[in-house]
Every structure is written in structure tokens, then in C-alpha cells.
């Protein structure tokens, strides 16, 4: 059984943990963002998706506040605020994304408007929480059930912002999206559980990942548990850990879970350890049931720590999606969860490797994605502080 495949993967030659190199990159990278803001005030990246959190202008804002609020980054490194909530994109989304596929165009928190406004209000003190309730409500329906455009990614930002308002309206959001995903499982033959077989892109499977499968679709009712009535939550958290040990692949202590159960209908057949698929996002989006009971649960998520550790960083350029850092957060899940240092030690091992591939690749790497909070620098300098700090918050997805 393959659990990881080895050409993703490398584990690299660096020095030692030194918190002083980790805050001078820090700086570094900050300033780099800052030299590559263009005169719109946009970085790099297509159109319809420049303003997104994901790897758009909200998301490297966002975080760079985030930095300088916690003295990572000057204040006088400043950038331009651009019109975040642009309705330029609408357009764009609607032709690029959703049009060839014949679905509605989404009111995504990662890829569109809900993200947007948070992130406005946030920094400038001014959002229209009425519009805000509009969009989220208007996605509840949306055919692709999973997290990066359906009713999953709308309900997050309901959460986020009953968490800034009190707004009752924002967690009955998050109930009402959850009655919706609770009514669209089935029990799959296949993997033995109930999971979402999802429509999306023109093909359907059983997803497991945090990117565009179950542990994507739990992630804002688990952060809202406490809005949900005794028995409703007792029934999810016993289906998601259902799921959770069902689907998982096993061997020699180390555990990872495939990008799809079942035959791919796209064909392919690859095994990932990313926060978007594999075991990275499982402990990422689930770790909240750790110690919650289930000792199999809690030994599955251990082995899939390990699974990561002996993987070793990823090839890729580093970022929170798919990348070093991204992997990195689910050692920091687990010394909070557990109380042991050597998985806060694991994390600092890849915060160096980290540093390394980004003052390589940085020069180089060329894709329009490479600035964003969820695909570049800006998710990187959030890891590094994090690696100081101890931290084990997920931006964007455990606060905001």
C-alpha cells in the first residue's frame, strides 16, 4: 500500500531552529509583498479571483494586518487598499468558473464577495452585514456541495461574522446549511459510512478532503458546535468520526485517507498529503473530536501525524493549501491537542524548510498565485509567526 508517494516530497538540509532567522524572514517576505502590490493596488493573479482571500488582495491584507497587530510586520509597511469587493469579477467568475458547467455562480467566503466584505470590515470598519446575510443565505442551494464554492464555504462566513455581530441570524445560517449538507448524505456501499457524493467541475465523487470533500463540508459546524442542540451535534460528531475511520488507509502505524473513495471518475488515481487532500487537512478541519472519546479516532489522527512527519516537507512551493506550511499546522494541532513538544518541534522542522524552499523558489517561481494567503507568502509569514508563537490557529478557517 502506497501511503505518500516520494517524488512529492523532500526533506531538505537546513540549520537548526533560530527564531531569529524565522522573524527576519518574516520581514523579508512582508517586503516583498509590498514591492509587488501593482498600481491597482491588486497583486498578480486572474482577474475574476484578484480580490479573493484565497490568493487574491483579502487574503494578503488580511494577513499582513494580522502580522503587524502582532508586531511581526512594521506598521509603517503599508499597501494600498484596492476596492475588495469588486464587481468587475462577477463577470469574469461567471464565464471562467461557472458557465461551462451550467451552475450558478457561487457567493463563495475563499473565491468571492462573502470573503471580500469581511475582510473590508475588518479593516475599514465598514460592511454591509444585510448583504452579507443575502449571499450567504443565496448559497445554501448552490449543486457544488463543498467547501471551496458551495453551501460549506458560505457557512464559514456566517460564523465568522455571528463572532464579530452576535447576530443570531448568522448561526441560524450555519444551522440551516448544516440541515442542508445532514440531508444530502447518503450511505455509500463503497467506504461502509454516510459521506456527500459531489458534483463539481463536471464530474462527481466520494471527496474526503478538507479542500473539496467531507472534512471540508464539517469544518464551520464543528467551530459552531455550541449553536447546535445536544443530540444534532452527538450525531454529526459520531457520522464524521464514522467516516473518519472508515475511510482511512492504514499501514505500520501511519495513516493517510485517498483524495477519493471508490474509482476517480476523472481517471486518476494519485495519494496526497496536503491540507486539501490527505492526512494534513483531516487533523487540520477535524482536530476539534480529538479527545472527544474515541480512542481509535485519536490513534488514526496520531498515525496520520506521523504519516506526515515521514513524508517530509512538500516539493512544492510553500503555502497553506497545498504546501510545507500547510502541513506544518497539523503538528501544531497536534502538540495542542496532546500537550507533546515533539510534534511543536516536528512543526519548526518544517518552518525551516519552509524558509529554505521559499529563498529558492521565490526567485523563480513564476505562477500568478504565489503572493496569496492560501497559495504563497502571505500564509507563509502567518505559519512562521505561528512556529514562534506556539500557535495552532488555521488562519481564516479557526478565526478571523
Known sequence: MTLFE??????????????????????????????????????????????????GAS?????VRELQSRGYLADDLTLQMPELDDPAAAEG???NIFAPFKVPIAHSFLMTSPGALLVKGKLTGEIDWERLLTLIAANRDHPWLEFLWGAPSSMLPAAHAFDVTGD????????????????????EETSQCRMWNIDLYGRTNLLTGAGHGFAGNVAALLKMRSHFSEKMFGEWREMIIAFVLATAEQEDGLV????????PNDGGSKILVQWCHGAPG????????????????????????????????????????????????AFLKLYKATGDEVWLDRARVFTMAAIQQWQVMH??????????????DAGLMLYLADCLDGKCDFPTLDYF
Open 93 to 95: 467568475l461567471e464565464q
Open 282 to 329: 483531516m487533523i487540520i478541519n477535524l482536530n476539534s473530536l480529538f479527545g472527544t472519546g474515541s480512542a481509535e479516532f485519536d490513534a488514526v489522527f496520531m498515525g496520520a501525524g506521523e504519516l506526515i512527519w515521514k513524508a517530509g516537507p512538500l516539493t512544492k512551493y510553500p503555502s497553506l493549501c497545498h504546501g510545507t506550511p500547510g502541513n506544518g499546522y
Open 6 to 55: 516520494d517524488d512529492r516530497h523532500q526533506w531538505l538540509e537546513t540549520g537548526p531552529w533560530d527564531a531569529d532567522v524565522v522573524r527576519a524572514a518574516i520581514s523579508d517576505i512582508g517586503c516583498g509583498l509590498q514591492g509587488a502590490q501593482q498600481v491597482d493596488g491588486f497583486w498578480l493573479a486572474p482577474s475574476f479571483v484578484r480580490s479573493s482571500i484565497y490568493l
Open 59 to 63: 487574503g494578503i491584507l488580511w494577513a
Open 256 to 263: 493517510n485517507w485517498p483524495p477519493v473513495v471508490g474509482a
Open 168 to 187: 443570531e441570524r448568522f448561526a441560524e445560517e450555519v444551522r440551516l446549511g448544516a440541515d442542508h449538507l445532514w440531508q444530502c448524505l447518503s450511505w
Open 363 to 376: 526567485k523563480t517561481y513564476q505562477d500568478d498565485d504565489r503572493f496569496g494567503l492560501w497559495t504563497g
